[in-house]
């Protein structure tokens, strides 16, 4: 199994995939390679980059919104779903209040937040989702849902990074940009998603190789039996992985693929 993050991993600036990252990875699918998706996206802002690889014919799967849900390319269906509760979200609300950040959530389709910020800006151009700016987040967020973002300067969200982590210690917290500090329910994160798929498909831990850049990454790189940093990794995960290849514009994702699969 090769498991891949999108942005700024297998996706270059400009939101594409390449098309040398293109032709590796479906040659590498005939070889009886599952090639999975995995990341911060919401599962509607995965679908298409899916089916361009052919996901949906060789019967892979898209992990989203962090390891929040597990579902199958071919047909949508859900195998796996965990949410934040009604009063973690407003939990989450009062804290982002308390340290003066932004924070969104996603319900039917949309992003919905109290407030504007370039950092919302940025997460309506990546996901292509409709942003619906409600007076009351609270009173408008009044079921369930998979994760919430707190948006900020990535200097000051690092210091919020380390606070909230003391403050929720019963939730998942990770950076997927420096602007993006995500929480998810407590256990979720992309490596208890990668373990749940590898499990279904009896593929070994050590038949799997993970290809990330951020913190939200880290689980995974660490779990995988080749934990793998594209070159424009956040510095100080570097070590943190076995092998570092290109960045995300230089094709590191066909460099692996070509290294490791493709022999």
Known sequence: M???DMDDTLLT???????????????????????V?????????????????????????????NGAVISQAKDDLVLFEQCLTIAQIHDLYDYSV??????????????????????IEIEKEITGLPHNKVFSFKDYVDRPAVKCILLEHPDYLKKVEKDLKTEMPHLSIAMSKPFFLEAAQHGIDKAASI???????????????AVGN????????????????????TPEL?????????????NGVAEVVQRYILV
């Not at 003066?100 to 950092?119: A, F, Q, V």
């Not at 749940?196 to 498909?201: M, S």
């Not at 951020?214 to 990794?233: F, R």
């Not at 570097?238 to 230089?250: K, L």
């Open 238 to 250: 570097r070590d943190r992985a076995n092998v570092i290849v290109a960045s995300n514009n230089n």
């Open 2 to 4: 090769l498991v891949l």
């Open 13 to 35: 600036d400009d939101h594409k995939i390449s098309e040398l990252n293109k032709k590796v990875l479906l040659e590498a699918q005939t070889k009886g390679v599952y090639v």
């Open 37 to 65: 998706l995995a990341s911060g996206r919401p599962t509607s802002a995965m679908t298409a980059y899916a089916k361009e690889l052919e996901l949906d014919l060789n019967d892979s799967y898209i992990i989203s919104f």
């Open 195 to 209: 373990k749940f798929l590898a499990e279904k498909l009896n593929i070994h831990q050590s038949e799997i190789i």
């Open 98 to 119: 308390k340290m003066k950040t932004h924070i969104i959530t996603y319900l039917d389709g949309e992003i919905i937040s109290e407030t504007d910020s370039e950092y």
């Open 214 to 233: 951020a913190g939200n990454d880290l689980t995974m790189i660490e779990y995988a039996g080749l934990g793998v940093w594209v070159d424009n990794v």
